[in-house]
């Protein structure tokens, strides 16, 4: 559906509900009941960044820093393949240490794995993303966060908003499923820049979208602001499946973080995939990006999908080019 930035305000802005409807409708008819799992694997809670928001940030020396060796995130790979994942999200904050030829000597072994593999590691440049890809990475994911560049400068000291759109439109080229996504409720974010963001993920042809509300981290900057908006973040998702009616949308951590069964109104409000959380107990406590980060795996969150009327896919790897 082509929707002017004018008729994204007005929707943003109103206190009509239908949109969440109107995706719903639009997810199963363009992508159907099916919900994709993707196994996160956080290999890394290391960062050379200051994103404000971000309780991993190098600033805040209160977090006890963890990085998985080879061996570690191997092993929690084959478990998630074992147990049914078709998708293995490697995710980490900006953390030197994993050099290129680490990284798609670990790619390649998960890959053996017969499993898709999702990449969240930050800004990189063309030569290392190519080389990832050849090593059989399939898609990435890098939120552009917000698209108001004033914004980003102030969120995301010493950062290059262009160098982050570079990166997204490199990982297009370069023949990633990629994936991008925004912030909603960041302070002094506009109604209007929401609609930008959106209109941003139609420009980039994105092929994922995770939309999630901002969440104060109490050893952040940014601690004493307000909270995202709940409804609001899953009213810029329902705009976004509408738009890009093919594509996979998470149901956002964030969001269930918020509220009880977040997650189930996304799934039910334009939300394809859930990203259940394969790292340990002990490492996943400390990557905090923001706090109470809940996570349900298991036979929990299938019986609360199967509530739904929905199912999870056991037999796809669910790309988009599938749908
Ligand atoms: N609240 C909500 N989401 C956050 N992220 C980072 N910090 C926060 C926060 N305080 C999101 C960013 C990033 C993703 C991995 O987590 O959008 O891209």
Redesign the pocket.
């Known amino acids: 559906m082509e929707l002017s930035k004018k008729e994204i305000i007005e929707i943003l802005k109103s206190n009509d509900k239908s949109i969440f409807k109107t995706a719903d409708e639009v997810r199963r008819e363009y992508v159907g009941d099916g919900i994709h799992l993707r196994g996160l694997i956080e290999f890394s809670n290391i960062c050379k960044r200051n994103?404000l928001?971000?309780?991993l940030q190098s600033a805040n020396r209160s977090v006890k820093r963890y990085r998985l060796s080879k061996n570690e995130i191997l092993t929690l790979a084959k478990k998630g393949a074992k147990d049914g994942y078709k998708t293995i999200v490697l995710?980490s904050g900006e953390d030197d240490f994993y050099t290129t030829d680490l990284l798609c000597d670990i790619v390649s072994e998960i890959k053996s794995l017969g499993v898709a593999i999702t990449l969240?590691i930050g800004e990189k440049n063309f030569e290392e993303y190519k080389a990832y890809k050849e090593a059989g990475a399939d898609r990435f994911l890098l939120?552009i966060?917000t698209t108001d560049e004033n914004l980003y400068k102030k969120m995301h000291p010493y950062a290059d908003f262009a160098n982050r759109r570079r990166c997204l439109y490199d990982l297009k080229r370069l023949g990633y499923e990629t994936g991008t996504?925004?912030?909603v409720g960041l302070p002094e974010q506009s109604v209007e820049s929401l609609a930008d963001d959106i209109l941003f993920f139609k420009e980039l042809n994105a092929d994922m979208v995770?939309i999630?509300?901002?969440?104060?981290?109490p050893q952040?900057p940014?601690k004493t602001q307000p909270v995202?908006n709940f409804e609001l973040a899953v009213k810029v998702m329902a705009l976004t499946r509408v738009i890009l009616p093919d594509i996979n949308i998470p149901a956002t951590t964030?969001m269930e973080s918020l509220r009880e069964d977040g997650r189930m109104f996304a799934l039910q409000s334009g939300a394809n995939v859930i990203m259940p959380n394969l790292t340990d107990e002990f490492h996943k406590k400390m990557y905090e990006?923001?706090p109470n980060k809940v996570s349900i795996t298991g036979l929990e969150l299938e019986n609360k999908i199967s509530q739904t009327g929905r199912f999870i896919v056991s037999d796809s790897c669910g790309f988009r080019k599938n749908n």
Do not use: K, N
């Open positions: 994103c928001y971000c309780g995710q969240s939120r966060e996504g925004c912030l995770g999630g509300p901002f969440i104060p981290h952040t940014l995202g964030a990006i923001y």
